[in-house]
């Protein structure tokens, strides 16, 4: 019924920046809360990030001050711009809705992940 797909990863040094996004689409009514999650390797998944429709944000302390998320609901899509990215922000990136669909259900989506590699 919903999918999300993601893109924008990829291998980038220290110190630079890298732009994720992720866009919805399907049977959808509303979505409500965005947001990213990431997951290293041995590791579990971990809250980066999420947006409330309304616009409020919230963030992991580690990221704080260097990553900012955004949405645009006329497209269904979040953004998450990382800057001065460091080793350990290496991770699988996973964007996250809370999707109303058009039959009022109510559920979690997952995008299919995009890879983060960042060099020393």
């Known amino acids: 019924q919903v999918q999300l797909v993601e893109s924008g990863g990829g291998l980038v040094q220290a110190g630079g920046s890298l732009r994720l996004s992720c866009a919805a689409s399907?049977?959808?009514?509303?979505?409500?809360?965005m947001g990213w999650y990431r997951q290293a390797p041995g590791k579990q998944r971990e809250l980066v990030t999420t947006?409330?429709?309304?616009?409020?944000?919230n963030y992991a302390d580690s990221v704080k001050g260097r990553f900012t998320i955004f949405r645009d609901n006329a497209k269904n899509t979040v953004y998450l711009q990382m800057n001065s990215l460091k080793p350990e922000d290496t991770a699988v990136y996973y964007c996250?809705?809370?999707?109303?669909?058009?039959?009022?259900?109510?559920?979690?989506?997952w995008g299919q992940g995009t890879q983060v590699t960042v060099s020393s």
């Open positions: 399907g049977s959808i009514f509303r979505i409500n809360t």
């Open positions: 947006i409330t429709s309304g616009g409020t944000t």
């Open positions: 996250n809705m809370v999707v109303v669909t058009m039959s009022q259900y109510r559920a979690d989506y």
